[in-house]
């Protein structure tokens, strides 16, 4: 089942007419998401791809599409403006794909959607898939197995290796969520955790976080007070050198908090196992599973 996304969503491309969006668009209608439009200022009444619409404006598409999603691939100095154009025209989801966004852009963002009924995944995120269900962003659907494991990451590239090797591992994913590595961000760690609490199809979930800030050690606290299913984890920059700005604009270690060391403290302490190595990520969902007693049992299904 997987949660925000099914077969049923149907989602605009902001952007639609520019190289990478297009690019992406190809990949999400080969994985079987029901793209039903595209928003380009000045380019409304085209079509691409053989057949989808080109509208002027948000209003305009969803008007005509009934779209509930929108992904957004449009520069930085403009993704500010088309996320709060989506939730003035009320859309259940949109999903930021764009990077390098000012942070002085996401505070006005942030405060424009308090009270609004848009939830917002990214920006600089890969997006989210439900397994061969819906796919709305650059996640790599070719790597996806539909099983029970659900996967929520603030690195990009992680997410894909993490998928991967629950893939091989025969356990799948029911849905992926890349939150992305901004310090403002729409969705974190504990909104996708009290979802995938609440979803019958996934029996677990693996963590991806890294350097910076401290969702993680909130998300810690969050599984060891609420969690109903098993939870492993991986903490990248385990090495980064002292002192050194690595990786997201999020990455930022200050004060002395924020390291990598500080979230497996945390991690461990709510009794959460967490893979060494990008290599063991896995194995370690593997053992967690098998720690809770539900390994067994999801290798049959």
Known sequence: MGILIDKETRVLVQGITGKQAMFHTKNMLAAGTKIVGGVTPGKGGQTVLDGIPVFNTMQEAIKNTQANASVIFVPARFAADSIMEA??????????ISEHIPVQDMLRVRAYMQGKKTRLIGPNCPGILTAEACNI??????????????????????????????????????????????????TDFIDCLKLFNADDDTKAVFMI????????????????????KPVAAFISGQFAPPGKRMGHAGAIISGGHGSAADKI????????????????????????LKKAGIYATLMKK
């Open 87 to 96: 939730v003035e025209a009320e859309i259940e989801l949109v999903v930021c």
């Open 137 to 186: 962003g650059i996640i790599p659907a070719k790597i996806q197995k539909k099983g029970h494991i659900g996967i929520v990451s603030r690195s990009g590239t992680l997410t894909y290796e993490a998928m991967h090797q629950m893939s091989i591992n025969g356990l799948g994913e029911t849905t992926v969520i890349g939150i992305g590595g901004d310090p403002i961000k729409g």
């Open 209 to 228: 976080g890294e350097i910076g800030g401290n969702a993680e050690e909130k998300a810690a606290q969050w599984i060891k007070e609420n969690m109903k």
């Open 265 to 288: 403290k945390a991690l461990h302490a709510a009794g959460i196992m967490t893979a060494d190595t990008v290599s063991d990520i896995g194995d370690t969902m593997v053992k967690t």
